[in-house]
């Protein structure tokens, strides 16, 4: 994980996670995907190309409000 800083508006802070996207049936993945979504994170987005042959699935967690410089 790695806070990604404010928004592109400044209004809003996020942390991110890259783990093995859902559509591999990997039951270790699934039970990593569950952990990250009982913490606050949500699926954003399966990609693929990242990783070649595994899909990448890009979890964030909102942070909060951030000051606005």
């Known amino acids: 994980m790695r806070p990604s800083g ?35 994170f949500t699926p954003l987005e399966e990609l693929d190309g990242i990783w070649p042959g595994n899909p990448c699935l890009l979890m964030v967690e909102a942070l909060g409000r951030a000051a606005v410089r």
Do not use: I, N
Request: with cysteine.
């Open 6 to 40: 404010t928004s592109l508006h400044g209004l809003s802070a996020s942390c991110r996670s890259k783990t093995l996207g859902a559509s591999d049936p990997s039951e270790e993945y699934a039970r990593t995907r569950r952990f990250y979504q009982a913490r606050g």
